[in-house]
Structure formats: C-alpha cells, structure tokens
C-alpha cells in the first residue's frame, strides 16, 4: 500500500546501512527518493537502482552536510526540482573509537558537524518551506548512546544526546506550524559502522541483548514509513527506541 504517493523525501546518508534502508522502505510507500551522500557513489548509485527496481523513483545529491552553504544549496535544489520537501530523514552519522582523551580536534569537528550540526543546517534551510506548505516530517536518527552513553564513543554519544534535545525542542517550536519532528533511537544493528567487532565480541553483545540478536537495518526503515505516514500525525516530539530491550 502506497501511503506516501506523491511525498518527497530527502534522506541523508542512504548510500548505505540504515540511511539506504531507510529510502528503500518510503520508496516502496510510494515517496520520491533525494539519496544524499558524501563519498560513496558506487552505494548512492546502488540504491538509486534498488529503488528504481521497485518501480519507485529517485534523484542522487553529493552534499557535505557540515557545510552550510552547501546544505542551503541542496534544499534549494530540490524545492527548485521538486517544488516541495516533505519529508528530511536525517540520518547522516558518523562515530570514532577510543579513548575521548586521545581525539583530535579533526576527530570532533567531523563528528559533531555531521551528527548534529548537518541536521541542524539541513532543518533551518527546509522549515520555511514546510512551514509555507503547513506540514512537514524531520526524523532524526539518534541512537541509544545518545541517552546512556557509551565508553571510548564519547564524542559520538554527545551527538546523539544533542540530537535528542534539538528533536524535543524543534518539535515544540514547529508543532503549532503543523510540523513533525521525532527521533528513532536505533540500537545495536547489523551495518558496516558495527563491523569492527570480532566474532566473539558480536556473540558477546547479542547476549546482551533481551531479544538476542542486532537489529535489522529495513526494521529502522519500516518505523521510519510508519511515522511519515498521516495516520501519526499527533505523534511529535518522542525519541522511539528500537534496541531489542537492551536499555
């Protein structure tokens, strides 16, 4: 069932993991797809083809989103081809591991300007035209570090507590203009940011896990389709766990 026909959607990050799951799931809802990518292009080309193979339908945009010109740029692009923004999933997110104490100055710059200040640059730009349209969606990919913390992901679960409080925040600001704003708070999921860990240490985690496995990039997706849909369209301001019972 086509509950998104006629949206347009622009998704951060979907050249790969849940960012690529993410555009998957709203293509098959019927959503017009903007892939935004920074590096990748063979995996930015690759879900432009698994959409398209769907029968679904979408635009690649290379865009470092720390840079706020560039993300002006980008909004401005898509209004002028699209005529709208319905929907920004930002979901862009990088992490570095270690001791915080060891982090570069690079290391920190990189992952707040991405995790948190890219989503801030991108929902500026598109509120004034949501807000002329009077609805609008922002999902901001979180993740569980974001309200416990993490050891040796320091940085990275800072990011994702901002990003919680500017979801909370924004929502309140924009609900009156009859604009949405949540946060999915993924766990630990099966993606390439979760391949440095060894077999055992994988083994270990799944342990830890009440329902005892990773979750699945495409489950992230489908939460994402389901929250865009009209049918929640009270629902603003939450921060959604999808952990498998591990906090």
């Known amino acids: 069932m086509e509950n998104l026909q006629g949206k347009i959607a622009l998704i951060t990050g979907a050249s790969r993991g849940i960012g690529k799951a993410i555009a998957i799931e709203l293509a098959k809802e019927g959503a017009t797809i903007i892939i935004n990518y920074s590096k990748d292009d063979d995996g930015a080309e690759t879900t432009l083809a698994e959409i398209i193979a769907l029968g679904g339908y979408g635009k ?73 349209k009077g609805k609008g969606n922002i ?22 507590g901002a990003i919680n409080l500017f979801t909370k925040s924004l929502a309140k600001e924009v609900a009156p203009m009859g604009i949405r704003v949540n946060a999915i708070a993924p766990g630990v999921i099966n993606t ?13 985690l799944e342990e830890e896990i009440p329902m005892g496995r990773f979750g699945e990039s495409n489950e992230i997706g489908k939460l994402v389709a389901f929250i865009c849909n009209d049918s929640c369209k009270y629902l603003t301001g939450q921060i959604i766990k999808v952990d498998g019972g591990l906090i």
């Open 60 to 132: 690649l945009y290379k865009c470092n989103i720390s840079d706020y010109a560039m993300c002006k740029e980008m909004i401005d692009h898509v209004i002028e081809s699209f005529g709208k923004i319905d929907i920004l999933v930002n979901n862009a997110g990088i992490s570095t591991i270690g001791l915080f104490m060891d982090s570069s100055k690079e290391d920190i710059d990189n992952v707040m300007g991405v995790n948190i200040i890219g989503a801030m640059y991108l929902s500026k730009h598109v509120l004034p035209h949501m807000i002329s």
């Open 139 to 160: 999902i901001n990919i979180s993740s569980i570090w974001g309200d416990v913390g993490a050891s040796c992901e320091v940085v990275y679960s800072s990011s994702k």
């Open 192 to 204: 390439e940011m979760n391949s440095f860990l060894s077999k055992d240490e994988k083994k270990e």
